[in-house]
């Protein structure tokens, strides 16, 4: 019982890391807390970066 629980949680959990867009990630690190203090630089990295991970959780699962 519990392995079906698991598997529907983490098929509920894919699908929502499926509809996260690229825009979504842009637009989420764009405006980051100003106590944090990114540079434009660090910003478009820290987005490249959650693109590719991503990508590969959806390939790995």
């Known amino acids: 019982m519990a392995l079906i629980s698991l598997k529907s949680?983490?098929?509920e959990?894919?699908?929502k890391l499926e509809r996260v867009t690229?825009?979504?990630s842009i637009r989420v690190v764009a405006v980051p807390p100003q106590e944090?203090?990114?540079t434009?630089?660090?910003r478009v990295?820290?987005?490249e970066y959650l693109i590719r991970r991503q990508q590969e959780l959806l390939e790995l699962l």
């Open 45 to 47: 990295t820290m987005v």
């Open 22 to 24: 690229e825009d979504n």
């Open 40 to 42: 434009m630089e660090e």
């Open 13 to 15: 959990e894919l699908e």
């Open 36 to 38: 944090w203090q990114f």
């Open 9 to 11: 949680n983490l098929q």
